[in-house]
């Protein structure tokens, strides 16, 4: 359980157009690294290359590699349902899916890939995965109900359960709590701070204090201009980032002079 | 205009001494904000009695001429316009009569729009339920029934003998048919253009097909459908194979059926897939999930009951098409429930037979008793089609948040 990420000189397009150039960064097994930035600087984008879903949209590509432990994900012959069974994603809004109770989403990855279990293994993924993700308390008694009837933090926390149900090696967050309350938001990072023993996390976010407490290690990017491509400027422990930057564009960032 | 004049600062008060003469000019802002917060306000039953004043005087301007109800509606919705437009006018300003009289007309158009639905269900609802109410009409067919009976009915009295339960048959198997048919493909032309197509040459080439197919006449799919089985049965039977010789048979109407309801399917279930929120798929391949899984688990039970209720509504499309059946189905007395062999009755077929060819000419009353009451059967079941595609709709929707 849990790998280390690596890329080496990752390009990321769309089509013609580079949006993210030259990325060389090292993510350690079980840690919390957090990517901050400008709007429009490609830190979804990197992302969302980490497990291939950036793919998904037409004419999207990468070029380097990118390395979970030893294997290059983007090598000849790698299925990307696979990459992405190992990589798991948190999404910016909450998205359960509304067919499907909170027991039936928390099994989705199972039941979509159409595994057959027996009910107790199930109930014991499900339990496992609700505790994992601090939900279970708030809805072990209603889990046939719909999952789209909790509040948004609950249906997000309902998201991480499901991504942990599949026990992949890392866990990306986009933005997981830009769509949430303050309470929700704390319930998240507490919780982030509890797989970490278990899982590599990534995470994007624009809330720079949220950065600070989550993470162990911060990667701040950053774009020269509209139409350029958008660059990791510095990667440091979280501290040196926040308290004694290297790079000048990384200082005025988290001193809130621009962006 | 005069006011907004009055308001501005004159150049005596912007050059006098500055308290008092200012104070004379009225604040500009008594435009934008009434004295009062009823001013500009109408009692809610002016409207009322400007529609009671203007049927009135509609009634008498009509009686004028020669009284009818359609030239009495006609007077009472130009008063009524005309009216509420002057007296909001005077009473209230022209912004308001202007926005009056629009929605005015909005109202009389719609009432327009519905006058001949109304008057469809009314007179076919009044003509044909003595039919419907004659004993058998809906367990019986037409074998056996001659001109001697219809006349005996009309110049005695004696029942209208006589049913359509061989044309509820026929319909049935052929819309049935025609279904099965055209629900897979349309599904998954919907599916690859939605899912796979990124917006390539062969997409947009579906895309412009299936709608000049949308355009096609009913009666040229009906003609295809024919000439296709024909030349199927023909080579068919060159090779020796047991096929009957004749293409007239309720697969062949099927068939043609199934042309024109192709691209209304198409249509539909594409739009129901496109609202699926793409987030949906996103967190399906996250959760490697592959693609087919996800949109035969993901994809198509969200938008189940858009799909539902599109294909109902293609079923209500085409179960009142009456040309292309009758040159792929023909035209029977007798019932006959093998798609494969034989001529076969739909039931709008059956109304143009009843009305163009009674079964006895010179007696014709039973015979349109009976296309009326097919007619409002047909009615019947596609407004009953609509209502399910409705029911379907709300059943099958995904679970609602409760928030």
Same mark, same amino acid.
């Given at each position: 359980?849990?790998?280390?990420?690596?890329?080496?000189?990752?390009?990321?397009?769309?089509?013609?157009?580079?949006?993210?150039?030259?990325?060389?960064?090292?993510?350690?097994?079980?840690?919390?690294?957090?990517?901050?930035?400008?709007?429009?600087?490609?830190?979804?984008?990197?992302?969302?290359?980490?497990?291939?879903?950036?793919?998904?949209?037409?004419?999207?590509?990468?070029?380097?590699?990118?390395?979970?432990?030893?294997?290059?994900?983007?090598?000849?012959?790698?299925?990307?349902?696979?990459?992405?069974?190992?990589?798991?994603?948190?999404?910016?809004?909450?998205?359960?899916?509304?067919?499907?109770?909170?027991?039936?989403?928390?099994?989705?990855?199972?039941?979509?890939?159409?595994?057959?279990?027996?009910?107790?293994?199930?109930?014991?993924?499900?339990?496992?995965?609700?505790?994992?993700?601090?939900?279970?308390?708030?809805?072990?008694?209603?889990?046939?109900?719909?999952?789209?009837?909790?509040?948004?933090?609950?249906?997000?926390?309902?998201?991480?359960?499901?991504?942990?149900?599949?026990?992949?090696?890392?866990?990306?967050?986009?933005?997981?709590?830009?769509?949430?309350?303050?309470?929700?938001?704390?319930?998240?990072?507490?919780?982030?701070?509890?797989?970490?023993?278990?899982?590599?996390?990534?995470?994007?976010?624009?809330?720079?204090?949220?950065?600070?407490?989550?993470?162990?290690?911060?990667?701040?990017?950053?774009?020269?201009?509209?139409?350029?491509?958008?660059?990791?400027?510095?990667?440091?422990?979280?501290?040196?980032?926040?308290?004694?930057?290297?790079?000048?564009?990384?200082?005025?960032?988290?001193?809130?002079?621009?962006? | 205009?005069?006011?907004?004049?009055?308001?501005?600062?004159?150049?005596?008060?912007?050059?006098?001494?500055?308290?008092?003469?200012?104070?004379?000019?009225?604040?500009?802002?008594?435009?934008?904000?009434?004295?009062?917060?009823?001013?500009?306000?109408?009692?809610?039953?002016?409207?009322?009695?400007?529609?009671?004043?203007?049927?009135?005087?509609?009634?008498?301007?009509?009686?004028?001429?020669?009284?009818?109800?359609?030239?009495?509606?006609?007077?009472?919705?130009?008063?009524?316009?005309?009216?509420?437009?002057?007296?909001?006018?005077?009473?209230?300003?022209?912004?308001?009569?202007?926005?009056?009289?629009?929605?005015?007309?909005?109202?009389?158009?719609?009432?327009?729009?519905?006058?001949?639905?109304?008057? !469809?269900?009314?007179?076919?609802?009044?003509?044909?339920?003595?039919?419907?109410?004659?004993?058998?009409?809906?367990?019986?067919?037409?074998?056996?029934?001659?001109?001697?009976?219809?006349?005996?009915?009309?110049?005695?009295?004696?029942?209208?003998?006589?049913?359509?339960?061989?044309?509820?048959?026929?319909?049935?198997?052929?819309?049935?048919?025609?279904?099965?048919?055209?629900?897979?493909?349309?599904?998954?032309?919907?599916?690859?253009?939605?899912?796979?197509?990124?917006?390539?040459?062969?997409?947009?080439?579906?895309?412009?097909? !299936?709608?000049?197919?949308?355009?096609?006449?009913?009666?040229?799919?009906?003609?295809?459908?024919?000439?296709?089985?024909?030349?199927?049965?023909?080579?068919?039977?060159?090779?020796?194979?047991?096929?009957?010789?004749?293409?007239?048979?309720?697969?062949?109407?099927?068939?043609?059926?199934?042309?024109?309801?192709?691209?209304? !399917?198409?249509?539909?279930?594409?739009?129901?897939?496109?609202?699926?929120?793409?987030?949906?798929?996103?967190?399906?391949?996250?959760?490697?999930?592959?693609?087919?899984?996800?949109?035969?688990?993901?994809?198509?039970?969200?938008?189940?009951?858009?799909?539902?209720?599109?294909?109902?509504?293609?079923?209500?499309?085409?179960?009142?098409?009456?040309?292309?059946?009758?040159?792929?189905?023909?035209?029977?007395?007798?019932?006959?429930?093998?798609?494969?062999?034989?001529?076969?009755?739909?039931?709008?077929?059956?109304?143009?037979?009843?009305?163009?060819?009674?079964?006895?000419?010179?007696?014709?009353?039973?015979?349109?008793?009976?296309?009326?009451?097919?007619?409002?059967?047909?009615?019947?079941?596609?407004?009953?089609?609509?209502?399910?595609?409705?029911?379907?709709?709300?059943?099958?929707?995904?679970?609602?948040?409760?928030?």
């Amino acid at each position: 359980m849990s790998k280390s990420i690596t890329a080496k000189d990752l390009n990321v397009y769309y089509g013609d157009f580079l949006a993210v150039e030259g990325v060389n960064i090292e993510i350690a097994a079980r840690s919390v690294t957090a990517f901050i930035g400008p709007s429009g600087c490609g830190k979804t984008t990197f992302l969302r290359s980490l497990n291939r879903m950036h793919e998904v949209l037409p004419g999207a590509r990468v070029e380097g590699q990118l390395l979970l432990d030893d294997d290059n994900i983007y090598g000849p012959g790698v299925d990307p349902v696979t990459v992405r069974s190992m990589v798991g994603m948190v999404f910016q809004r909450p998205n359960p899916f509304p067919t499907m109770s909170i027991r039936e989403n928390v099994l989705a990855g199972y039941k979509l890939n159409g595994a057959r279990m027996s009910k107790s293994q199930a109930d014991d993924i499900v339990e496992g995965a609700l505790h994992g993700a601090n939900l279970w308390n708030e809805v072990k008694d209603r889990l046939d109900k719909p999952g789209s009837g909790l509040s948004g933090g609950q249906q997000q926390r309902l998201c991480i359960a499901r991504t942990v149900a599949v026990k992949p090696e890392v866990i990306l967050m986009d933005e997981p709590c830009s769509a949430l309350d303050p309470i929700s938001t704390l319930a998240i990072e507490d919780l982030i701070s509890e797989l970490q023993q278990e899982y590599t996390i990534v995470i994007v976010t624009h809330n720079m204090q949220q950065a600070a407490r989550v993470s162990q290690k911060t990667a701040f990017f950053n774009i020269a201009g509209t139409g350029k491509p958008g660059k990791m400027i510095e990667y440091a422990e979280t501290s040196t980032i926040f308290n004694n930057p290297s790079n000048q564009q990384t200082e005025r960032y988290v001193s809130g002079k621009f962006g | 205009m005069s006011q907004t004049q009055q308001q501005r600062p004159t150049p005596a008060s912007v050059e006098g001494p500055a308290g008092p003469a200012r104070q004379k000019v009225p604040d500009p802002s008594s435009v934008l904000r009434p004295t009062s917060l009823t001013q500009n306000r109408l009692p809610w039953w002016t409207g009322l009695v400007i529609l009671v004043v203007s049927a009135a005087l509609g009634a008498a301007l009509s009686s004028l001429i020669s009284f009818n109800f359609a030239l009495w509606f006609v007077f009472t919705a130009v008063l009524y316009v005309l009216i509420s437009y002057g007296v909001t006018r005077v009473k209230v300003n022209r912004r308001q009569a202007k926005d009056k009289m629009w929605k005015n007309l909005v109202y009389v158009a719609f009432i327009i729009a519905l006058l001949p639905l109304f008057s !469809v269900i009314w007179s076919v609802t009044s003509i044909g339920i003595p039919g419907l109410l004659e004993p058998g009409f809906l367990a019986s067919d037409m074998q056996g029934i001659d001109g001697t009976t219809d006349q005996r009915s009309q110049e005695e009295g004696t029942p209208v003998l006589g049913g359509i339960r061989h044309a509820l048959v026929g319909s049935l198997l052929i819309t049935l048919t025609a279904t099965f048919i055209s629900v897979p493909i349309g599904l998954m032309t919907s599916i690859y253009l939605v899912e796979y197509a990124r917006g390539g040459t062969l997409s947009r080439a579906i895309t412009f097909f !299936v709608d000049v197919m949308t355009g096609i006449p009913s009666i040229v799919a009906g003609l295809f459908g024919a000439a296709a089985m024909g030349w199927f049965l023909g080579v068919g039977n060159s090779l020796g194979l047991p096929l009957p010789t004749r293409s007239t048979m309720g697969i062949t109407a099927a068939i043609a059926l199934s042309v024109l309801m192709i691209p209304v !399917v198409v249509r539909t279930t594409e739009e129901m897939l496109r609202v699926v929120p793409n987030e949906l798929r996103e967190a399906s391949y996250a959760l490697g999930v592959r693609k087919w899984r996800t949109i035969i688990k993901v994809v198509i039970p969200t938008a189940i009951s858009g799909i539902a209720a599109g294909v109902t509504l293609a079923i209500a499309r085409v179960i009142g098409e009456t040309a292309p059946i009758l040159v792929t189905a023909g035209f029977v007395v007798s019932n006959n429930w093998n798609l494969f062999q034989g001529w076969m009755t739909a039931l709008p077929v059956y109304i143009f037979r009843q009305f163009q060819n009674p079964t006895s000419p010179n007696f014709s009353d039973p015979s349109h008793q009976r296309a009326w009451a097919a007619a409002l059967v047909l009615i019947i079941i596609v407004m009953g089609l609509n209502l399910t595609a409705r029911i379907i709709a709300t059943l099958f929707a995904p679970k609602k948040t409760g928030r």
